[in-house]
């Protein structure tokens, strides 16, 4: 997707607190066309795991479901993605 990219982070803790969603996957599709994991399998060997870290309630998950399905929606601070 346009405007995405890929920032080197120090190695050790990426996440520290409370989160309503943690999750790790090495295929772009949950189930039911569902893209979870947009950035799974996405780095130059083709062999990425990806890990979203989502911080959101459900009153802001709610009405960006379309997004989430559709592996677009982006936040700086609500939803943290690590390949």
Not at 4 to 31: H, K
Not at 36 to 64: T, Y
């Amino acid at each position: 997707r346009r405007g995405d990219a890929a920032i080197p982070v120090e190695t050790g803790l990426l996440y520290e607190g409370s989160a309503t969603l943690a999750c790790a996957g090495s295929t772009p599709f949950y189930g039911g066309g569902m893209r979870l994991f947009p950035f799974a399998r996405s780095d130059k060997g083709g062999g990425g795991c990806h890990l979203r870290i989502a911080v959101m309630s459900p009153w802001r998950f709610v009405p960006n479901v379309y997004g989430i399905f559709k592996g677009t929606y982006r936040h700086d601070t609500l939803a943290l993605d690590f390949v």
